[in-house]
T-cell receptor, first 110, second 115 residues
Framework: DTAVSQTPKYLVTQMGNDKSIKCEQNLGHDTMYWYKQDSKKFLKIMFSYNNKELIINETVPNRFSPKSPDKAHLNLHINSLELGDSAVYFC?????????FGPGTRLTVL | AQSVTQLGSHVSVSEGALVLLRCNYSSSVPPYLFWYVQYPNQGLQLLLKYTTGATLVKGINGFEAEFKKSETSFHLTKPSAHMSDAAEYFCAVSDQNFGNEKLTFGTGTRLTIIP
């Protein structure tokens, strides 16, 4: 009965590849987010979508492209992966004032 | 712009002792404040939040925090530490743009419990 789920949990890939991370929420929320947690555990917002519309884009490289096919899903596609993209990526969704996070996807770029 | 400062990247307390994790914020609007906990290799779990109303808020697992506007602080406390409290704790502030909140996080505090 997971509220916010992400797949895959782990992703190991080579530099230059393209990969996607999927996120789904069953909370009925209108707003979803992607956050990046670096190796020092620092969390920073990347994107937010409200009812399938992009609301926040925090100076993320164009290689990152979020896609929201419906308000319950927000996927993250990354082109031409670089070593610096290695991180844990968290999806979240929010009601009026609180964000609920998924379990994270640990991306390792070799 | 908002910011959050968590004093002490690592805090160690003995089992049964008081836990105090410090958080100071900066916000140009009345803040919404949150504490999240992250257990090893897991996602973030909401511990507690302050939006409006009572400034002392209680959360899960016996934690509480007090919003002090004059001190721009939102410190997290627990009277008696348990081994299961060992985790990373994040304080965050929201910009209150309803439905489009952007959470700004502090750098986290790793809590270690000494048996």
């Amino acid at each position: 009965d997971t509220a916010v789920s992400q797949t895959p949990k782990y992703l190991v890939t080579q530099m230059g590849n393209d990969k996607s991370i999927k996120c789904e929420q069953n909370l009925g929320h209108d707003t979803m987010y992607w956050y990046k947690q670096d190796s020092k555990k620092f969390l920073k917002i990347m994107f937010s979508y409200n009812n399938k519309e992009l609301i926040i884009n925090e100076t993320v490289p164009n290689r990152f492209s979020p896609k929201s096919p419906d308000k319950a899903h927000l996927n993250l596609h990354i082109n031409s992966l670089e070593l610096g993209d290695s991180a844990v990526y968290f999806c979240a969704s929010s009601d009026l004032d609180t964000q609920y996070f998924g379990p994270g996807t640990r991306l390792t770029v070799l | 712009a908002q910011s959050v400062t968590q004093l002490g990247s690592h805090v160690s307390v003995s089992e049964g002792a008081l836990v105090l994790l410090r958080c100071n914020y900066s916000s140009s609007v009345p803040p919404y404040l949150f504490w999240y906990v992250q257990y090893p290799n897991q996602g973030l779990q909401l511990l507690l939040k302050y939006t409006t109303g009572a400034t002392l808020v209680k959360g899960i697992n016996g934690f509480e925090a007090e919003f002090k506007k004059s001190e721009t602080s939102f410190h997290l406390t627990k009277p008696s530490a348990h081994m299961s409290d060992a985790a990373e704790y994040f304080c965050a502030v929201s910009d209150q743009n309803f439905g489009n909140e952007k959470l700004t996080f502090g750098t986290g505090t790793r809590l270690t419990i000494i048996p």
